[in-house]
Nanobody, 120 residues
């Protein structure tokens, strides 16, 4: 059983900062990618940022404002969000692509989501 637990969401004023964390636990042999997605009301879930051991990708609106990082020893991924805007308001979901044992395939797992609200 694999769990992803997010933390760090909340209410922040425009121009403010938040840091999201997501810790993976359970039966984990190896993690490939870890990333963050977000879903605003009435919209689809979209990629914000994703990182592997060799590369990092950001959605265009996140470039220059958000920074994704990971601590493999802690099986944790972070998203530092600066210069937040009202349009960043959404539920943020953590994602990990991993295998539970050496003979398993690679599967996607999701956290429960954490609300980020940017408003004055």
């Amino acid at each position: 059983q694999v769990q992803l637990v997010e933390s760090g969401g909340g209410l922040v004023q425009p121009g403010g900062s938040l840091r999201l964390s997501c810790a993976a636990s359970g039966s984990i042999f190896s993690i490939d990618t870890m990333g963050w997605y977000r879903q605003a009301p009435g919209k689809q879930r979209d990629l914000v940022a994703i990182t592997s051991t060799s590369s990092t990708t950001y959605e265009d609106s996140a470039k220059g404002r958000f920074t994704i990082s990971r601590d493999d020893a802690k099986k944790t991924v972070y998203l530092q969000m600066n210069s937040l805007k009202p349009e960043d308001t959404a539920v943020y979901y953590c994602n990990a692509n991993l295998r539970s044992t050496w003979y398993d395939g690679w599967y996607d797992y999701w956290g429960q989501g954490t609300q980020v609200t940017v408003a004055s």
